[in-house]
């Protein structure tokens, strides 16, 4: 029987001990090659080193002569329920663009944290970035009690601590686990050394993650990431291609682009040396014809006419934003906005919240700042809220020839986003404070024309 996948990141400060615990995880459930572990022990000991189990995934020679992890490893592993995809991310802050590429795949997130160095800044910053991608199953290992004798006091101290910070950042762990990677407490089977927790194990934990729910079920969209012609042998044919991020599509049904707003039917599902098909569905990449000519481009959203759907065309978003660049994001400077197949300007409009402790003026966002922005792009495109859709709420913004940074959209805010708040007024056209409720919504949505 085929068992599931799952993407799963390990995170947390440098020297925490995350390759320690990966390490510890593929020795433990006889995940590794045969005879790799003895291997490795056998050059330490050739070497004159004392063998660690991270050096069974830290490959690179910088990262041995250096004792960090710099690149995003990944790690292939089965329990008796699943196979996993670990990715080791760096703990480094000057990696830290390294790590969010890594998490940016995963769906559950194991952090960790050295018991005896506590709660760092970068223990912080790693638990924004998954709050930043939207990952909301979360283990955090408390590690390396061995060195602390397993004390059941400094483990709820650092949960308490920890606790309380991920909790402004509205991330709930499903667990705090105390663990000492090196020894193999609490990893694969329960430690005597700590019968004060009864808790389940780190494999145990993982085994009761969830993938995400497909998106074959949800409405239907595909970014246009070209359009074809053909002009040899009478063939004049005109391809919308792209990969289907959510739901499916059919011949005949009828669709609309946006921020285009043009309309067309589906003539047919374009196949190469394949039988031919009526049918596309999610993560398929796919070629339409059209029954009508119309000209769209790069960047528009293939949609299904009439169907709900929460994409809109929009030049305003409020969004989560990590900066990585060596340069500060400044007001007033145009950026380039990467968001699925389209490119558009965007600039700083306003910083709403910065997140997490490390809040720097309010004049621009400094290398490795976080926080809660409005960005106004130089025209309509189509986007959603990325608990909606990560394919479309996830950008990356680019400096010049850097990209500096990247973040998820929370939510639109044009005209359409305006709208469908009048719904919730509780007066009427008319009425004495339906026209101060609309000119506070304009000014909230508008401050650039109504502030």
């Known amino acids: 029987m085929e068992l599931e996948r799952m993407n799963i990141v390990i995170t947390g400060h440098v020297d925490h001990g995350k390759s320690t615990l990966v390490g510890r995880l593929l020795a433990d459930t006889q995940s590794l090659p045969e005879g790799k572990l003895q291997a490795v022990k056998e050059t330490c000991k050739?070497?004159?080193?004392?063998?660690?189990?991270?050096?069974?995934?830290?490959?690179?020679?910088?990262?041995?002569?250096?004792g960090i992890t710099i690149d995003s490893a990944r790690i292939f592993f089965k329990s008796r329920l699943r196979e996993y995809i670990i990715i080791d991310a760096p703990g480094h802050i000057e990696f830290l663009r390294n790590m969010l590429s890594g998490a940016s795949r995963a769906v559950a997130a194991v952090l960790v944290i050295d018991a005896a160095e506590g709660v760092a800044e970068n223990s912080r910053r790693h638990g924004l970035l998954l709050s930043l991608l939207g990952i909301s199953q979360v283990l955090v290992a408390v590690n390396k009690l061995d060195a602390l004798d397993y004390s059941e006091e400094v483990f709820n101290r650092i949960k308490a601590e920890y606790e309380q910070y991920l909790e402004t950042l509205k991330v709930r762990p499903v667990a705090f686990v105390p663990v000492s990677a090196r020894e193999g407490k609490n990893i694969t089977a329960p430690a005597d050394e700590m019968p004060w927790y009864t808790g389940r194990t780190v494999l145990e934990l993982l085994d009761s993650f969830r993938n995400l729910p497909s998106n074959e079920d949800s409405f239907f969209a595909m970014p246009v990431q070209d359009v074809y012609r053909f002009s040899n042998d009478n063939d004049n044919r005109r391809i919308y291609a792209g990969t289907v991020v959510s739901g499916e599509i059919s011949v005949g049904d009828a669709v609309t682009f946006l921020p285009s707003r043009k309309k067309a039917r589906v003539k047919n599902i374009e196949v190469w040396n394949a039988p031919p098909k009526t049918r596309a569905r999610t993560n398929e990449a796919s070629g339409f014809t059209l029954e009508e000519e119309i000209y769209v481009k790069r960047g528009e959203v293939m949609l299904k006419s009439g169907e709900k759907s929460p994409v809109e065309a929009s030049d305003r978003i409020q969004a989560n934003l990590i900066w990585l660049g060596a340069r500060p994001m400044v007001f007033n400077k145009s950026y380039l906005l990467k968001l699925g197949s389209s490119r558009t300007e965007a600039r700083l409009e306003r910083i709403e919240s910065f997140l997490g402790d490390n809040a720097g003026e309010y004049n621009g966002l400094y290398r490795h700042d976080c926080g809660s922005v409005i960005l106004r792009l130089a025209?309509?495109?189509?986007?959603?809220?990325?608990?909606?859709?990560?394919?479309?709420?996830r950008f990356v913004?680019?400096?010049?020839?850097?990209?500096?940074?990247?973040?998820?959209?929370?939510?639109?805010?044009g005209i359409q986003?305006?709208?469908?708040?009048?719904?919730?007024f509780e007066g009427a056209p008319g009425s004495g404070g339906f026209e101060?409720?609309?000119?506070?919504?304009?000014?909230?949505?508008?401050p650039h024309r109504f502030g």
Request: glycine content about 10%; charged content about 25%; some cysteine.
């Open 46 to 66: 050739k070497n004159g080193r004392v063998f660690e189990y991270a050096f069974l995934l830290d490959a690179l020679d910088d990262e041995q002569k250096q």
């Open 379 to 393: 025209r309509p495109i189509a986007v959603c809220s990325f608990y909606d859709n990560p394919s479309l709420g």
């Open 397 to 413: 913004l680019v400096d010049g020839y850097d990209a500096a940074g990247g973040g998820i959209i929370l939510q639109s805010l």
């Open 417 to 424: 986003s305006v709208l469908e708040s009048l719904g919730s």
């Open 436 to 446: 101060d409720e609309l000119f506070a919504l304009l000014k909230k949505h508008f």
